[in-house]
T-cell receptor, first 114, second 109 residues
Framework: ETGVTQSPTHLIKTRGQQVTLRCSSQSGHNTVSWYQQALGQGPQFIFQYYREEENGRGNFPPRFSGLQFPNYSSELNVNALELDDSALYLC?????????????FGPGTRLTVL | TQLLEQSPQFLSIQEGENLTVYCNSSSVFSSLQWYRQEPGEGPVLLVTVVTGGEVKKLKRLTFQFGDARKDSSLHITAAQTGDTGLYLCAGTKSDKLIFGTGTRLQVFP
């Protein structure tokens, strides 16, 4: 059974640029959630995708967008990058309706905006 | 707006000591989870508590969910250097996880 994987592991961008982060969900999982974790803080919920549709969104502006593909993998896109977007971006997969709503996290993508 | 506040924010102790981490909220959650996160990795689930007043034990770790399902605590007995990491509580609302502010624990030999 393959766990959650994310790519790339590290990324450096400049203000105003656009970035795409990728996540492959764990086998058998149909739901992907994205989180932003600033240094020294807990993860903040960005949005969740279930069956290729957005299924809930946190307090993030529209320049944060996402996609989920038929194989349940997912992308997070951020446009017009700002310095404060520098963070660890975590992806978590789960099986909707599964017991305890357990989410399995990937190792994250560390984004630095200069 | 952080719905879940953890305390303390930082904790530095020696091996063998006991410690308690608190997770408090004014909101009611359907369940609450505790995670540990190590540098360069995503959070790893330690336990889920569902029922108000529930107590769960995982070796030297004891987790309690408050009677009103608004708060929780994590108690570690005889801490070891391997317990070092970032401890996160997370409440479940409408199938979404809301994470706490985190407690960074450093255990020295």
């Amino acid at each position: 059974e393959t766990g959650v994987t994310q790519s790339p592991t590290h990324l450096i961008k400049t203000r105003g640029q656009q970035v795409t982060l990728r996540c492959s969900s764990q086998s058998g999982h149909n739901t992907v959630s994205w989180y932003q974790q600033a240094l020294g803080q807990g993860p903040q919920f960005i949005f969740q995708y279930y069956r290729e549709e957005e299924n809930g969104r946190g307090n993030f502006p529209p320049r944060f967008s996402g996609l989920q593909f038929p194989n349940y993998s997912s992308e997070l896109n951020v446009n017009a990058l700002e310095l404060d977007d520098s963070a660890l971006y975590l992806c978590a997969s789960s099986h909707s309706g599964g017991s305890d709503n357990e989410q399995f996290f990937g190792p994250g993508t560390r984004l630095t905006v200069l | 707006t952080q719905l879940l506040e953890q305390s303390p924010q930082f904790l530095s102790i020696q091996e063998g000591e006991n410690l308690t981490v608190y997770c408090n909220s004014s909101s009611v959650f359907s369940s609450l989870q505790w995670y540990r996160q190590e540098p360069g990795e995503g959070p790893v689930l330690l336990v889920t508590v569902v029922t108000g007043g529930e107590v769960k034990k995982l070796k030297r770790l004891t987790f309690q969910f408050g009677d009103a399902r608004k708060d929780s605590s994590l108690h570690i007995t005889a801490a070891q250097t391997g317990d070092t990491g970032l401890y996160l509580c997370a409440g479940t609302k409408s199938d979404k996880l809301i994470f706490g502010t985190g407690t960074r624990l450093q255990v020295f030999p």
